[in-house]
Structure formats: C-alpha cells, structure tokens
Nanobody, 118 residues
C-alpha cells in the first residue's frame, strides 16, 4: 500500500508561486499531481517516475508548473509559477503503476487546497 501526504497549499495572489510537496512511501512506478476545482472533474496536472523519466505536464500548466522528485527524501514536488485564478483547486498527489493521464490512478493523498486570488 502506497501512502502519500501532501503539503504546501495555501492562498496566493495571481502571478505568485507555490511549491507543493508529496511525501511518499515507495511501491509504484509513477508519481504525479492532479487537481479538482469546485464542480469539476479531477484533472491530470503532471507526472514523472521515481527514475525521473516519462515526465509529462498538462497543456494548461506547461511552462508554469514543474514536477520534480527527490529520491533521497522520497518526496515529489510541484513548483507552480505564474499562478492564475483558474488554478484554484484541491491538488492531489497520486501514485500509479500504469501512469496513464486518462485512467484512474491507484493511490491518492488527501489533497491540499490552492487558492489564487485575482
């Protein structure tokens, strides 16, 4: 059973930055981030492998968000720059053995709220 714990959410003004962290127990090939805005489906944001390969970012965040990992700390990060009000959502860390951006992932954290004010 993979366990995930997110931290780093909060309130930030548009144009600002936040870094989310996900402390993870190992056991799945892929680690990634999803988000869910009120009244909307949960969407893929970014994913990578613990080896640092097969990295992908959603078109909506390319050039602004970057996923990274620290293997020594078993922690994944999501650096979010140039934040927009439409980035407001609950952000979830997730782990998977298939890593598909459209299929449900197997393991999920509790989520952390990110609110971007205009």
């Amino acid at each position: 059973q993979v366990q995930l714990a997110e931290s780093g959410g909060g309130l930030v003004q548009a144009g600002g930055s936040l870094r989310l962290s996900c402390a993870a127990s190992r056991g799945a090939l892929y680690i990634g981030w999803f988000r869910q805005a009120p009244g909307k489906d949960r969407d893929f944001v970014a994913r990578t492998t613990w080896g640092g390969g097969r990295t992908a970012h959603a078109d909506s965040v390319k050039g602004r968000f970057t996923i990274s990992i620290d293997n020594a700390k078993s922690t994944a990060y999501l650096q979010m720059n140039s934040l927009k009000p439409e980035d407001t959502a609950v952000y979830y860390c997730a782990a998977s053995n298939h890593g598909s951006t459209i299929r449900p992932w197997e393991y999920w954290g509790q989520g952390t709220q990110v609110t971007v004010s205009s």
